[in-house]
């Protein structure tokens, strides 16, 4: 059986080539520096995103998760060479990437399968899981076999994330206002891990140190 891995570009990997390697499409996000948005790593890549954000330090970048239609476009491409898609995706909780990829998989045409999961995770979380999927196709698994394995590895994964800056969790709406008030006042960096999805608190630190 013929399946494609599909994700978008919040999916981190710890080699860049992974998804070419791999034939894993990645759909890009968009990302909103002040008011010029780029498609991350087609237009934009985080070694660029640093350098605007330095140049302007109140810019905070915002992601914009892929459009439905944007999601639409990739599934019927690859529907013409695929016989099943298995497209993985950051947390619904966090981004609407998982939402709109449903409605897309909903309305594309052709005879190809499209299943839709929820990786309950981010960055390098997120990129574990498709990795495991990639695998798992290349193994010729049927289309159940890759999905069943694939959500059987989401409660294994575990993910800690140090943020340097609580602004840019509050532009891009991680974390509520009062939450960053407050820790804004109190001059505190947070770890925070994600359970069931959701981004949370486990310690808070005043430094790196």
């Known amino acids: 059986?013929?399946?494609?891995?599909?994700?978008?570009?919040?999916?981190?990997?710890?080699?860049?080539?992974?998804?070419?390697?791999?034939?894993v499409t990645i759909v890009p996000n968009h990302i909103r520096i002040g008011s010029v948005e780029y498609l991350e790593g087609v237009e934009l890549s985080?070694?660029?995103?640093?350098?605007?954000?330095?140049?302007?330090?109140?810019?905070?970048?915002?992601?914009?998760?892929?459009?439905?239609?944007?999601?639409?476009?990739?599934?019927?491409?690859?529907?013409?060479?695929?016989?099943?898609?298995?497209?993985i995706h950051p947390s619904r909780s966090l981004y609407t990437s998982w939402e709109n990829a449903t409605a897309a998989a909903q309305q594309a045409a052709g005879h190809c399968q499209i299943v839709v999961i929820d990786s309950q995770s981010l960055?390098?979380?997120?990129?574990?899981l498709v990795r495991i999927a990639a695998d798992a196709a290349a193994q010729k698994l049927s289309l159940d076999e890759i999905v069943k394995v694939v959500r059987?590895?989401?409660?294994?994964?575990?993910?800690?994330?140090?943020?340097?800056?609580?602004?840019?969790?509050l532009h891009n709406r991680l974390i509520s206002a009062s939450h960053a008030v407050l820790g804004t006042l109190l001059g505190v960096k947070p770890f925070l891990t994600l359970e069931n999805g959701c981004l949370m608190p486990t310690e808070k630190v005043r430094s790196r140190i």
């Open 123 to 128: 960055a390098a979380g997120l990129g574990m």
């Open 152 to 169: 059987g590895a989401i409660e294994r994964v575990y993910t800690v994330f140090y943020v340097e800056s609580i602004s840019s969790l």
């Open 46 to 87: 985080a070694e660029e995103a640093l350098r605007l954000m330095l140049r302007d330090p109140g810019a905070v970048p915002a992601v914009v998760p892929p459009s439905e239609s944007e999601f639409a476009a990739v599934y019927n491409k690859l529907a013409a060479e695929a016989d099943a898609i298995v497209s």
């Open 1 to 23: 059986m013929r399946v494609r891995i599909v994700t978008d570009s919040g999916a981190q990997f710890t080699s860049p080539l992974f998804p070419q390697q791999h034939a």
